[in-house]
């Protein structure tokens, strides 16, 4: 052996342990729609990756395997993906409470431009109790997660109104179990952000059986949720429809917000420039998401709804978001 062939088979193997070490993240398969009026819906090869800060990523960005993720309770099968609240590990149950986003083919995460748009899914908050909050939301995030220790493949560059991360644009299309429901954008200006927002909750607004178990829209099985983002260049109303065993049922346009934070028209910009789809289950150990469920605004309790008694009513809590589908207005549905 010459040592002009080892010095070749050094580099050679180096070159190959740092492209492992990007690229060996293995991300869930969860297949999406992008539809349009003209054309119909097109199959998204997309996946889903966990937020940086889930525990396996920890000292390891870009070595999760598909194992990783299901001990994280995440798990996908064609165009749908289950996220648990609660795993199994060590012999124990254990929080997981995962957060994950759409990731595109090309390693970024999935950019949604939805002014005079809408945004369907279906959804299962049938295992989704009282104080827990099945999340399916749009976070104005940087397409490469801002690019550093792996970028979006790593689950890199979160952000939210609440400023985790940092401050950004956050539109909620759904917070939710199986006793309520909440649609709120959450504008930012700047780093000042709306941070309690405008939102729509139908039990809040006197609909006390409309997001039900046995309600007009029966959380106890699966149905479709359409969302739509409605103005050609400013937006006007975000409206919210549900679709139950061929039943549609209207309930939630939001048609302002708070102007000092950028109000609806700021929240259509963001919209516009494209934004990342995030969804988590997770429940308060602070509040214990009254703030969704209880007193006005949901039939909830607080003690049923702490994390301890969550933890030990519900061990098995999960919710299934599936057949993601966004584009042109009416084009998501049909067929
Ligand atoms: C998804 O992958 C399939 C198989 O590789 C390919 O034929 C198809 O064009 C891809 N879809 C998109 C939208 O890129």
Not at 11 to 23: D, R
Not at 210 to 230: E, N
Not at 282 to 304: T, Y
Not at 313 to 332: A, E, K, L, M, Y
């Amino acid at each position: 052996m010459s040592s002009k062939l080892l010095y070749v088979g050094l580099v050679g193997s180096l070159l190959t342990g740092v492209t492992v070490a990007q690229s060996s993240e293995q991300h869930p398969s969860l297949l999406t729609w992008k539809c349009t009026t003209s054309g119909g819906c097109v199959q998204q090869n997309t996946s889903v990756v966990l937020d940086k800060d889930s525990k396996y990523a920890q000292g390891s960005a870009g070595s999760r395997t598909a194992d990783d993720y299901a001990a994280m309770g995440v798990s996908t099968s064609g165009d749908a993906v289950t996220m648990y609240h609660y795993v199994q590990s060590g012999g124990a149950l254990n929080p997981a409470s995962p957060r994950i986003y759409l990731l595109g083919e090309d390693g970024k995460y999935v950019l949604m431009s939805l002014l005079n748009q809408e945004l369907s899914v279906d959804v299962d908050y049938s295992a989704v109790p009282c104080g827990e909050n099945g999340a399916f939301y749009l976070s104005e995030m940087e397409a490469d997660g801002g690019g550093s220790s792996g970028g979006a493949a790593a689950g890199q560059g979160y952000c939210d109104a609440q400023c985790q991360g940092f401050c950004c644009n956050e539109m909620d299309i759904l917070e939710a179990n199986a006793k309520a429901t909440a649609m709120t954008p959450h504008p930012c200006t700047g780093n000042s952000c709306d941070k309690s927002g405008c939102g729509y909750n139908p039990y809040a607004s006197g609909q006390r059986n409309f997001w039900a178990t046995g309600g007009t829209v029966d959380t106890s099985k699966p149905f479709t949720v359409v969302t739509q983002f409605v103005g050609s260049g400013t937006l006007t109303q975000i409206t919210r429809t549900y679709i139950q065993n061929g039943k549609q049922s209207n309930s939630g346009a939001i048609s302002s917000c708070n102007g000092a934070f950028g109000g609806l028209a700021g929240m259509g910009q963001a919209l516009g420039r494209g934004m990342v789809l995030a969804m988590s289950i997770w429940n308060d150990a602070a509040q214990s998401m009254s703030w969704l469920d209880a007193g006005n605004n949901g039939p909830c309790n607080l003690a049923e709804s702490t994390p301890s008694a969550i933890q030990s009513q519900h061990p098995d809590t999960h919710v299934t978001f599936s057949n993601i589908r966004w584009g042109d207005i009416g084009s998501t549905t049909k067929g």
